[in-house]
């Protein structure tokens, strides 16, 4: 995991806040994937992006998910209102070319919301 | 839709006594199968990437092979540090970059 750098580690929130998790890609990357994974489920895929488009976000929830990853910094996954069942794992990916390369993981951002 | 099924979900073994996980897919074109590792509050640690049937790939104890439909994760002579969560995941060949992840299995070494 080493190279793709995700803060905060832990985040704990109560319900109608918002909650933004960072993500840097290792160094090079210009691919950043985001998935969720809830309790005692599988990672599931949420947005794919490059440096300042989004490619597709097919498993993004349609309200309150937002990601971006500007030509500049970090890219971000925002969560507006949280709710009780957004609490999870947040696992950023990158990798060097996009489909079919090598996709590194993240340590994860842990969401809690109380 | 792409679909991931792994088995067993859970297994244990004593030291040195070897085993394979499986892993079946469906996808519409195999563009890779990936295999990781997770240890608990970690995230996934990349171990393989398999392209075409047929293809293996090893690492210390782990082998990797893959068929059209499946692939096993066979694993040799482990040790306690090779107790994990390992993750098999599929990328299609049409315009979808996601990984879709199987459920895992949980894997327990016993001294």
């Known amino acids: 995991n080493a190279g793709v750098m995700q803060n905060p580690r832990h985040l704990v929130r109560r319900r109608g806040q918002e909650a933004r998790l960072r993500c840097s890609p290792m160094?090079?990357?210009?691919?950043v994937y985001w998935y969720r994974q809830l309790p005692e489920e599988g990672l599931k895929f949420m947005v794919y992006?490059?440096?300042?488009?989004?490619?597709?976000e097919s498993g993004m929830p349609k309200e309150r998910f937002s990601a971006e990853f500007p030509k500049e910094g970090p890219s971000i996954l925002r969560i507006q209102q949280v709710v009780r069942g957004d609490s999870a794992a947040y696992f950023c990916?990158?990798?060097?070319?996009?489909?079919?390369?090598?996709?590194?993981f993240g340590e994860g951002s842990w969401l809690t919301v109380v | 839709e792409d679909q991931v099924t792994q088995s067993p979900e859970a297994l244990r073994l004593q030291e040195g006594e070897s085993s394979s996980l499986n892993c079946s897919y469906t996808?519409?074109?195999?563009?890779?199968l990936f295999w990781y590792r997770q240890d608990p509050g970690k995230g996934p640690e990349f171990l393989f990437t398999?392209?075409?049937a047929g293809e293996e790939k090893e690492k210390e104890r782990l082998k990797a092979t893959l068929t059209k439909k499946e692939s096993f994760l066979h694993i040799t002579a482990p040790k306690p540090e090779d107790s994990a969560t390992y993750l098999c995941?599929?990328?299609?060949?049409?315009?979808?970059?996601?990984?879709?992840f199987g459920t895992g299995t949980r894997l327990t070494i016993i001294p």
């Open positions: 992006l490059q440096k300042e488009n989004i490619i597709d």
């Open positions: 398999l392209y075409s």
């Open positions: 990916a990158s990798s060097l070319r996009g489909p079919g390369n090598t996709i590194y």
């Open positions: 995941a599929v990328q299609g060949n049409f315009g979808n970059e996601k990984l879709t």
């Open positions: 160094k090079g990357h210009s691919h």
């Open positions: 996808v519409s074109g195999l563009r890779g």
